[in-house]
Nanobody
């Protein structure tokens, strides 16, 4: 059983920064990729950023140049540094884990609210 624990969401003013983290734990698993999606009210879930075990990174177009994804392999943890936040970034952010075997896993979600 693999579990994902997210932290770091909250309320911030426009132009501010937040850092999200997501730690994976549980029985033996091999990570293929790890990252973040987000879902705003009334909208579909969308890619924010993903990083593969080979350090290939993919960002959503709306966060390019503002968000940075990174990992601590030893801790099975992925981070999302979010700078220059905008009200449009307001959403529930979900950690996503892709392993070599088994279905993708999702975290419980953490709320990010950016006030104007």
């Amino acid at each position: 059983q693999v579990q994902l624990v997210e932290s770091g969401g909250g309320l911030v003013q426009s132009g501010g920064s937040l850092r999200l983290s997501c730690a994976a734990s549980g029985s033996s698993f091999k990570i293929s990729a790890m990252g973040w999606y987000r879902q705003a009210p009334g909208k579909q879930r969308e890619l924010v950023a993903m990083i593969t075990s080979g350090n290939r990174i993919n960002y959503g177009d709306s966060v390019l140049g503002r968000f940075t994804i990174s990992t601590d392999v030893a801790k099975n943890t992925v981070y999302l540094q979010m700078n220059s936040l905008k009200p449009d970034d307001t959403a529930v952010y979900y950690c996503n884990l892709v392993t070599v075997y088994g279905p993708p896993r999702w975290g419980q979600g953490t709320q990010v609210t950016v006030s104007s």
